[in-house]
């Protein structure tokens, strides 16, 4: 028997999809939401001062008879001409019992402002619809260009024991078709669980929690930082599990029936993968790779998986 360099999983058969899964969750999730996200312009004459006009433009708010946000000292001056007290520990500014009409009317249309926004960041959410997916994922056409590429690989890998036929255009169209159709799916279920998670995380906000839409603004930052880790593990995952059935099915068509086991070995590697590093394993029983519920996976199927199949000539 003798090995010959096994098929690894790289970087670049999964970044242009993860690139494109992204694209469909900026395009159907976050473009809605930030073209509403535009600050409405209430016209109200400009009376009151610098306070009034900072309260307007959302650089300070009041809350509880407090005032919080970003001071200057022409700010800093018109809050000690109204009476207020300044409280170093919080930084903030304590407003007096009479706060003049024009700073009242200043507050009032800052609130104003920020339910307009949120109710229309609601509005946005509301109008997602995860079937667009559909028209716009370019999926099938990434899928082609990386088996395209793991093709180009196992051929190099397999050339020192036989000459690999290329994969026609027809059975790349088809297997692209058909993982394409499951990770679709897979991002059309997570944008329809996100975009409740979202809804209801911009719902909790209030006003004073931060300066106007800031902390919604904030909100959806952090949202899209989740969406991007998303789309890296669903593209490294199922590119994965495209490379391990891929293996499986060129190696078999090959005669090539059983391989080694071989994982990284190091403290991020599971205790139950480590069990198998070394083992012989063959194509039509793959092993346990879950002790406790006894499910079984060949090297590279299981979520996060870094094992790989050394294949074995006899």
Known sequence: MKQIEPLYLKTDYFDNIEREINRIFFEVIYAPILAAIKMPKTEIQNQGGVLADAIRSGRVYIKDNRVYGSFNS????????IGASFNSGSKTW????????????AAAVARADYEIVKQSVITAIDSISPTRINEISIIPDEYYDTITKIDEDFRKTAKRIAIAPEMTDDQKNVIAAEWSQNL??????????????????VEKETFGSGLRAESLIADIRKNYGVSKRKAK????????????????????????????WRGAMDSRERHDHKILEGKIISWDNPPVVDLNTGRRAHAGEDFG???VAVPLVE
Not at 76 to 81: E, Y
Not at 235 to 252: D, G, I, M, W
């Open 184 to 201: 679709d799916l897979y991002i059309k279920d997570w944008t329809a669980e996100n975009i409740i998670a979202l809804r209801e995380t």
């Open 94 to 105: 304590s407003l007096p019992d009479n706060v003049p009409s024009q700073v009242q009317q």
């Open 305 to 307: 998986c870094r094992c």
């Open 74 to 81: 022409k700010i800093s001056r018109d809050l000690r001409r």
């Open 233 to 260: 593990f669903l593209a490294r995952q199922e590119t994965s599990l495209l490379v391990s059935k891929y293996r499986e099915t060129r190696y078999t068509g090959m005669g090539i029936n059983r391989y080694i």
